[in-house]
Antibody
Framework: QVQLQQWGAGLLKPSETLSLTCAVYGASSSDYNWSWIRQPPGKGLEWIGEINHSGSTNYNPSLKSRVTISVDTSKNQFSLKLSSVTAADTAVYYC????????????????????WGQGTTVTVSS | QSVLTQPPSVSGAPGQRVTISCTGSSSNIGAGYVVHWYQQLPGTAPKLLIYSNSNRPSGVPDRFSASKSGTSASLAITGLQAEDEADYYCQSFDSSLSRIFGGGTKLTVL
């Protein structure tokens, strides 16, 4: 059974860089795609970005200039960095694993995210 | 403003059937991209409820079903139970294969 355990700094000042890590248990980080999603207080879900098993990334256009997602296969972990944070970045951040889909249907989108981390609350305040 | 439009809230009595719509456009759902549905209980991480338009992961009761037609998708819950009270989100893709979420629908069991 695959599990994700995430951690990172919970309180940041404006202009600092958010850094979160998600450890993968029960699967190899090199075998799947990995996603980050966030949820501002009282609001809906926002996809941040995804890294595939080859290391290629796809980011939300609205965050692309500030986001970096990477995988460390030696530690079986993947990470999120979001630079120049503001109060608008205050949210619960989740890591997640999408289901695999056959390559022949990949053009119709990725798999549903069936495994989620526990969430990390990040607050940006001066 | 979410790219995928969901009703902010729906409600139903125990045992009833409710549906939650997810309206997109020819740039996302209507372009043939798959739709996934998530359930989020208060204070918890989302849970995958339906994947690839109409498939239930193992362990999800068959009271939950979903369909997709044209530029919209729909989630149906039959035999409503108190434990179904949660927020529900649809998710699809745009032409760059970026994931896009609906704004979420709060289900209240009366």
């Amino acid at each position: 059974q695959v599990q994700l355990q995430q951690w990172g700094a919970g309180l940041l000042k404006p202009s600092e860089t958010l850094s979160l890590t998600c450890a993968v248990y029960g699967a190899s980080s090199s075998d799947y795609n990995w996603s980050w999603i966030r949820q501002p207080p009282g609001k809906g879900l926002e996809w941040i970005g995804e890294i595939n098993h080859s290391g290629s990334t796809n980011y939300n256009p609205s965050l692309k200039s500030r986001v970096t997602i990477s995988v460390d296969t030696s530690k079986n972990q993947f990470s999120l960095k979001l630079s120049s944070v503001t109060a608008a970045d205050t949210a619960v951040y989740y890591c997640a694993r999408p289901l695999k889909r056959p390559i022949r249907v990949a053009v119709t989108g990725g798999g549903g995210m069936d495994v989620w981390g526990q969430g990390t609350t990040v607050t940006v305040s001066s | 403003q979410s790219v995928l439009t969901q009703p902010p809230s729906v409600s139903g009595a125990p045992g009833q059937r409710v549906t939650i719509s997810c309206t997109g456009s020819s740039s996302n759902i209507g372009a043939g991209y798959v739709v996934h549905w998530y359930q989020q209980l208060p204070g918890t991480a989302p849970k995958l409820l339906i994947y690839s338009n109409s498939n239930r992961p193992s362990g999800v009761p068959d009271r939950f079903s979903a369909s997709k037609s044209g530029t919209s998708a729909s989630l149906a819950i039959t035999g409503l139970q108190a434990e179904d009270e949660a927020d529900y989100y649809c998710q699809s893709f745009d032409s760059s294969l970026s994931r896009i979420f609906g704004g979420g629908t709060k289900l209240t069991v009366l």
